[in-house]
């Protein structure tokens, strides 16, 4: 009662916040760098929709901007004159893609020719010559340039690309990787042309999925350049229209920091080596496959974590017995304790650049899937992944 009141209070002083939000976006609009006129018609139109909002996250007060603030229609009028040029069709462009799409923009993808993601891209209807061509005639047809290369590639394709970002256009990443760390990638976005960042919280086969569910990615925004005075805006609009739910202000270094390191620790490397140590030990006791299995992964996923994901860890907690609860409480600090200096260590590696230099040395590679594959291999060989596969089968669902 007491969360659901304090949260209705911070929402009832968004809305009060609200007011003069809408008002300073008039006024922006009215100068915008879209014509005057349609800022009018949008100032008319959308000014009953527009509010950014202050929440108080645990209590540091952040602003977010949702999907609610840009309507479907606002968005069409908004990128009415413009082409929005994806390059890149792995996951996020696939995803960021087909979600312009399906929103009405218009929106082309830049691949190489006859490569996978040519192919995908042709998969989902993707026309060549219409909304399908190669990177280079792509890039010269958008007013946005959305860059979805691979990491290493936006790289390897940055020569070629940057004489054709001319005054006008806008360029956007989903990565502070090539930008921030441009001693390394030498991708140094014009001064002349606005170059934002629009960053999902989740792959790209999410931000399709929840976009299909009528559901919405959380996603990060930023501004590199702001040569129009709109970029902020613009990176807000791009957010929705790719199918973020809400979306929060950072910086391109932040983001490039929070997001190497998250990845590398709780997201994915982090978790993947507290699973493997303890079924490790579980096995070295003479615990069966099923049982270390069980106890490690199977419970954790389908049972405990979405809730956490639901309804948070105290949710959680209070969920499980008092023997585990009493078992737990002592525990997670001597976790923490252990692992902290694993977090700081990884940190540095981000932030001094050793983690982007690896990066860019392994995946800019011929062979790097082959590499890849192989080292995939190795996991998926591994015992505790190939019981999974077991304990998986037996999910009455699955029967
Ligand atoms: N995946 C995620 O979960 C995620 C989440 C948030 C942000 N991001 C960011 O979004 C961006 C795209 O990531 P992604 O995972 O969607 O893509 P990705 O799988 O890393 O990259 C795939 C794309 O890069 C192209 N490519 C690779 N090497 C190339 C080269 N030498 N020349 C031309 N094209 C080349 C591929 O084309 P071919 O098929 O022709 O090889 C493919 O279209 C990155 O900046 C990434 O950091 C990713």
Request: charge should be neutral.
């Amino acid at each position: 009662m007491a969360v659901a009141a304090t949260r209705a209070a911070t929402r009832s002083s968004s809305r009060a916040f609200s007011v003069a939000a809408v008002n300073q976006w008039s006024a922006i609009s009215a100068n915008g760098s879209h014509s005057n006129a349609s800022s009018l018609t949008l100032k008319n139109k959308f000014v009953q929709t527009r509010g950014l909002k202050q929440i108080n996250f645990g209590g540091t007060v952040e602003t977010v901007y949702e999907r609610s603030d840009w309507p479907r229609e606002k968005l069409l009028e908004y990128f009415k004159d413009d082409t929005l040029a994806l390059i890149g069709y792995g996951a996020q462009g696939y995803g960021q893609g087909l979600n312009l799409r399906d929103n009405g923009l218009n929106v082309i993808i830049g691949v190489r020719k006859n490569g996978a993601s040519w192919k995908a891209a042709l998969e989902d209807g993707w026309v060549p010559g219409e909304n399908l061509f190669e990177i280079n005639e792509a890039v010269e047809k958008g007013t946005y340039v959305m860059n979805l290369l691979s990491d290493a590639a936006q790289s390897e394709t940055w020569e070629s690309i940057k004489p054709l970002l001319t005054k006008g256009k806008t360029l956007y990443f989903s990565h502070g990787f090539s930008p921030v760390f441009n001693d390394l990638t030498h991708v140094e976005p014009p001064k002349d042309i606005d170059t934002i960042l629009v960053a999902p919280k989740g792959s790209g086969r999410t931000v399709r999925s929840l976009f299909k569910e009528g559901r919405g990615i959380n996603s990060s925004y930023a501004v590199w350049n702001d040569v129009s005075g709109k970029a902020d805006e613009k990176a807000q609009a791009l957010a929705v229209a790719i199918g973020s739910g809400y979306v929060y202000k950072t910086t391109f270094e932040k983001e490039v920091n929070s997001d190497l390191y998250g990845e590398r620790g709780c997201l994915m490397g982090g978790i993947h080596g507290m699973f493997l140590a303890q079924y490790e030990v579980l096995r070295e006791n003479g615990h069966s496959p099923s049982e270390a299995f069980n106890e490690t992964v199977e419970e954790a996923t389908q049972s405990l974590y979405p809730l956490i994901g639901k309804y948070g860890m105290d949710y959680m907690y209070d969920a499980c017995s008092t023997t585990a609860r009493r078992g737990a409480l002592d525990w997670y600090p001597v976790f923490k304790d252990a692992l902290k200096p694993v977090f700081q260590d990884l940190y540095e590696s981000t932030k001094n650049g050793s983690e982007t230099k690896r990066s860019l040395e392994f995946n800019s590679q011929a062979d790097y899937r082959e590499k890849l594959e192989k080292e995939l291999q190795t996991i998926r060989d591994m015992e505790i992944w190939r019981v999974g596969k077991e304990v998986r089968k037996l999910r009455p669902e699955n029967n």
